[in-house]
């Protein structure tokens, strides 16, 4: 079994800056892609940011030169700089991950989320 844990939400002003870690542990062999995403009261979950398993990354076009995502593949760790935040990030932000497990096969899981608040 795998677990996917987020940290590192919180409150913070706008134009403030927050850091989301998301770490993987159980029977992990690896981790392929790695997503963020988001979801707003009231809104569907989107797409915030990928890296796949060679670095390649992917934003929304609302995040793009704000936000930064990458991952430490020792620590099985996938992080989420938020810079110049805005009021309207504020939302529940869930990793996701495409995990290979030491019997071969591969699963998709999500983590638990972490809230995100900025205020105006």
């Known amino acids: 079994q795998v677990q996917l844990v987020e940290s590192g939400g919180g409150l913070v002003q706008a134009g403030g800056s927050l850091r989301l870690s998301c770490a993987a542990s159980?029977?992990?062999?690896?981790?392929?892609?790695l997503y963020w995403y988001r979801q707003a009261p009231g809104k569907q979950r989107e797409l915030v940011a990928t890296i796949t398993n060679g670095d390649s990354t992917n934003y929304a076009d609302s995040v793009k030169g704000r936000f930064t995502i990458s991952r430490d593949t020792g620590k099985n760790t996938v992080y989420l700089q938020m810079n110049s935040l805005k009021p309207e990030d504020t939302a529940v932000y869930y990793c996701?991950?495409?995990?290979?497990?030491?019997?071969?096969?591969?699963?998709?899981?999500w983590g638990q989320g972490t809230q995100v608040t900025v205020s105006s």
């Open positions: 159980g029977s992990v062999f690896s981790i392929n892609a």
């Open positions: 996701n991950a495409n995990v290979e497990l030491h019997t071969g096969r591969q699963y998709n899981y």
